[in-house]
């Protein structure tokens, strides 16, 4: 592998520019580290007083150095590395990592300082990694030139713009015994930034893996390139998302944080896998380096531990796995082999008295039936590290086994085979492969049928709002019609233009079913209205109900109140916006009845579509008064009304000042 970078992380010469004796010093610290993690190449001390460190006689200036040297690491006041730089340039230095502070990252003049060097390495043809860094640690060819001094290989390169987290993460992997290919901390980011890195990890035979941690992208088109032309998977831990995070990562490195949500865009189109926390960078690498991808989404979980299984269960669902049924003849095939005691289904529950070679039998009768395997050793399991077979889409959790779970983690990982602390983070490290192809994990969605009937305690809507009507809510007018002619009648009554709507008990979704029709502006779309919504409820087999003919609400905005019954904690109130906020974005908020002032302000303020309610682009905002009176009127409503089971009141049209129920469902019990 030939690269402009290559000098940085295989140099054959290492020369440390502010090498010192005193083990007090970041230039002893450093020297030693390069000496300990087995360079095999050499090292030249570079000191003023031209001490001897760790047996290692030391030249005085860097324009002593040989010609040609591949790597100079600078650990000198910023004030003099400018001119060291250009004595670098001289000497045909190729690269350099610049530990110092006090550049662009402390104010104007360190960032002229910082311009001056550049200019200096640009004009020596050298590639430099900093300023403000913890430099860089490649363990494949024991170049440690940073702190910690750790040398576990690995296969996950770490990049970062922080040295501290990007050293904690080092920590992890080799406290882990997995290892790292590569660290770099870029720091100020002169000339290597991070796309460089990602097209040198991309070919670099020992990473499987390149996560990083960045404020921001120095040069956009730079990185786009990168990530489109890299072969491996990219995980990008991007800090800054708030608008005081953004102004910290500015002062940190002086990057250019951006906009959180055109930074998401990006990772999206060119399959950048994002992680929302540090623990996730890790595990997103970890898995993508370890974890072998799988071909489908039916999922096999097998446990020890009930709980973990049902953690599991609801995080693979949400992810696009599937924790599929387990066939007839697996089923047929586990009893035979399992105690009586053990819950034969997905998940599949061992029990806590089991051990390595249950799972191992298991693991064999399932082999081949399902696309992931999931195994969860929630006790101190003996053995456990020889159940998995590496290369395979076996994915482990392993939980609750104290010393046990220690050592065997340690096995499992000597093995290359991932394990992870808890069931969630395995299962969303997992989805890592399976989020950018939705086609064959697609997401779940809420099943809705188009016919569907409501159980029969449900009543239809004229009664629904006729319970309203005696209770005081403030609705549209409204009238009964069972035929033509008293359609025809109560249009008139009320005055034109009317809504006219399906009042059959058995019809939920009226709209999907061709049963609302808004807007008829005189008696012949009366007319022709009710026939469509009689021969409606016949396509649907509904009971006949009629029609509701109602007047049409002002303009405003509309949202929906609706009251579900939970089998434990009784009527919960629930409010959103109307129309594709509810229905698809699911934008809702829920209280538990009975609802005070608060909890009827928090109801409407915590949905993200709030600022829909307080007038936008010339709109009048909506009467949040009104609306937090309604909650509080349905929440006094149920208390006296125990038997609703369901309510929704959809659509409510709120105006600048009051609002109206325009329609209502209602289900009691039985």
Not at 29 to 41: D, L, M, P, Y
Not at 610 to 615: F, H, V
Request: one cysteine or more.
């Amino acid at each position: 592998m030939n690269s402009p970078l290559s000098p940085l992380f295989r140099p054959s010469r290492i020369a440390v520019i502010g090498a010192s004796s005193n083990p007090d010093k970041m230039g002893f610290q450093i020297f030693r580290n390069i000496k300990e993690a087995g360079f095999a190449g050499e090292i030249v001390p570079v000191n003023p007083k031209g001490e001897v460190i760790l047996g290692v006689p030391s030249i005085r200036s860097a324009a002593e150095l040989p010609e040609g040297t591949d790597l100079a690491v600078v650990i000198i006041p910023a004030k003099l590395v400018p001119g060291t730089m250009r004595e670098l340039g001289a000497r045909k230095v190729k690269s350099a990592i610049v530990i110092t502070g006090g550049f662009a990252e402390s104010g104007d003049a360190g960032a002229a300082l910082q311009a001056e060097m550049a200019e200096a390495a640009q004009a020596g043809g050298i590639r430099v990694v900093g300023p403000n860094c913890q430099g860089v640690n490649y363990p494949y060819h024991g170049v440690c030139a940073s702190w910690p001094l750790i040398t576990r290989r690995g296969e996950i390169a770490i990049v970062s713009q922080s040295g501290t987290v990007g050293a904690a993460l080092i920590d992890w992997a080799s406290e882990e015994r997995l290892g790292f290919s590569a660290f770099v901390s870029m720091g100020n980011r002169s000339d290597v930034d991070e796309a460089d890195l990602i097209g040198f990890f991309g070919e670099d035979p020992h990473t499987k893996v390149v996560a990083l941690y960045i404020e921001g992208v120095k040069d956009a088109a730079k990185f786009l390139s990168a990530v489109r032309a890299c072969p491996k998977p990219v995980v990008i831990f991007k800090a800054g998302r708030t608008e005081r995070g953004r102004k910290a990562a500015e002062s940190h490195t002086r990057s250019l944080a951006g906009r959180d949500e055109i930074y998401d865009a990006v990772f999206r189109q060119n399959g950048v896998h994002r992680a929302a926390t540090l623990e996730e960078l890790y595990d997103f690498a970890k898995a993508l380096a370890y974890v072998p991808p799988p071909k489908g989404p039916r999922t096999l979980i097998v446990t020890s531990s009930g709980g973990s299984a049902i953690i599991a269960t609801d995080v693979a669902e949400e992810e696009g796995l599937r924790v599929t049924p387990l066939s007839p003849a697996l089923s047929r095939k586990l009893r035979e082999i399992l105690p009586s005691h053990c819950i034969v289904g997905n998940p599949l529950d061992l029990t806590g008295d089991t051990d390595a070679a249950r799972y191992r039998s298991v693991l064999d009768a399932a082999d081949g039936e399902y696309d992931v395997v999931m195994t969860i050793f929630g006790d101190p399991i003996p053995g456990a590290s020889e159940v998995i077979r590496p290369g395979r889409c076996e994915l482990v959790a392993y939980l609750g086994g104290a010393d046990v779970e220690r050592e065997e983690r340690v096995r499992f990982h000597e093995k290359k085979i991932a394990v992870f602390p808890t069931p969630e983070r395995a299962v969303k490290a997992l989805s890592c492969h399976v989020r950018f192809h939705r086609g064959r994990f697609p997401l779940a969605a809420e099943e809705t049928a188009h016919a569907s009937k409501v159980p029969a305690r449900a009543i239809s809507p004229a009664d629904s709002m006729q319970l309203l009507a005696r209770a005081g809510f403030p609705l549209t007018r409204f009238r009964r019609a069972g035929s033509e002619e008293e359609a025809a009648a109560a249009a008139r009554g009320i005055g034109f233009p009317v809504a006219v709507k399906m009042n059959s008990p058995d019809v939920t979704h009226k709209s999907d079913a061709g049963g609302v029709f808004l807007n008829v502006a005189d008696e012949t779309g009366v007319r022709a209205a009710f026939r469509a919504i009689r021969d409606a409820e016949g396509r649907l087999g509904a009971r006949a109900g009629g029609a509701l003919v109602c007047a049409m609400a002002p303009a405003g905005q509309e949202v929906i109140v609706g009251v579900t019954r939970d089998q434990q904690f009784g009527h919960a109130v629930m409010f959103g916006l109307g129309g594709i906020f509810v229905e698809v974005m699911k934008d809702v908020s829920f209280r538990v009845a009975p609802l005070s002032e608060r909890d009827a302000a928090e109801m409407v303020s915590e949905i993200r579509g709030y600022r829909a309610l307080t007038g936008l682009r010339g709109k009048p905002p909506a009467d949040l008064g009104a609306l937090r009176a309604l909650l509080r009127q349905v929440s006094a409503f149920l208390a006296s009304n125990p038997q609703i089971e369901e309510m929704d009141l959809n659509p409510v049209i709120v105006h600048e000042r009051g609002l109206s129920i325009a329609d209502a469902r209602v289900v009691l019990n039985a």
